[in-house]
Nanobody
Framework: VQLQASGGGLVQAGGSLRLSCAAS????????LGWFRQAPGKEREFVAG????????YYTDSVKGRFTISRDNAKSTVYLQMNSLEPEDTAVYYC???????????????????WGQGTLVTVSS
């Protein structure tokens, strides 16, 4: 599976961005897709994930109510709609995929097999 992330940019605090991650190479049935982020000097952290086949979603607490993960099966694309952005959301955002992942493992970066190249999100105060 090849993943291509896009949609990052510079936005003011309180603004919105939508990230996209287009997958190619094989069907995503049975896959888990996740968004992670890594700020300078910090470890990569989980943001949101979705079980592709059933649509079940999972979010880290700091983004609940502000971010929404969704998928378009026809386009093999997963999105991350980010609203009410805060300077603390500044990071490189990565999408990742894992076949046959279980729901409880969506938030664990080491479980993922495939990673996109990352897209930079900068939120100014």
């Amino acid at each position: 599976v090849q993943l291509q992330a896009s949609g990052g940019g510079l936005v003011q605090a309180g603004g919105s961005l939508r990230l996209s991650c287009a997958a190619s190479g094989r069907t995503l049935s049975g896959y888990g897709l996740g968004w992670f982020r890594q700020a300078p000097g910090k470890e990569r952290e989980f943001v949101a994930g979705v079980m592709w086949s059933v649509g079940t979603t999972y979010y880290t607490d700091s983004v609940k109510g502000r971010f929404t993960i969704s998928r378009d099966n026809a386009k093999s694309t997963v999105y991350l709609q980010m609203n009410s952005l805060e300077p603390e959301d500044t990071a490189v955002y990565y999408c990742a995929a894992k076949p046959r992942i279980i729901y409880s493992s969506l938030g664990v970066p080491s479980y993922y097999d495939y990673w996109g190249q990352g897209t930079l999100v900068t939120v100014s105060s």
